[in-house]
């Protein structure tokens, strides 16, 4: 136990050894789900081994989205973004991202959980102000055109993903 200075006594938890059910939450717009269901799944899951959390397969039905959405964030060691204007146009994508920023603040101690992909180009004028922020101040990284650079961005993903 701790003492905060507004919350009182909390527990210390040691989130660097907490097991979690996923490796990762895939925060994705729908439209995007071919690169999804095609790339990211075959890289990271079918050959790098890790285990994802994707919305249309794992989330419960019957219960509420935004609980859905918390819970998957929670029970991820990492959430990762697939940024497009597909995403940036959708509500629940956009709660998606703030909600990973509040776990990883608060409920992480500001452990960075948050790993972007830009899976177009996206000028900066078309960003939010707390997207903005983000990308100033964190490492992202942008999906290739060319075959050489898909090898070194599934390695950067997993390495990402796995750290």
Not at 117 to 132: A, G, K, S, Y
Request: contains cysteine; proline residues 4%; glycine residues 4%.
């Amino acid at each position: 136990m701790t003492k905060n200075r507004f919350r009182g006594y909390v527990p210390v938890i040691d989130h660097a050894n907490k097991t979690y059910l996923y490796d990762a939450f895939i925060s994705y717009a729908e439209q995007d789900c071919g690169f999804v269901h095609n790339d990211v799944i075959k890289n990271l899951e079918k050959e790098g081994s890790l285990k994802l959390c994707l919305h249309k397969r794992d989330f419960l039905p019957g219960n509420e989205i935004a609980a859905n959405i918390t819970s998957a964030i929670h029970n991820s060691r990492k959430t990762v973004v697939i940024l497009s204007p597909h995403y940036l146009a959708s509500n629940w994508c956009r709660f998606e991202f703030n909600m990973a920023k509040m776990e990883s603040m608060y409920t992480r101690e500001n452990e960075n959980i948050l790993f972007m992909v830009f899976l177009t180009n996206i000028p900066p004028r078309e960003l939010p102000l707390m997207m903005m922020e983000f990308i100033d101040s964190n490492s992202y990284i942008e999906y290739p055109d060319d075959e050489f650079g898909n090898v070194v961005f599934w390695q950067k993903m997993l390495e990402a993903v796995s750290a």
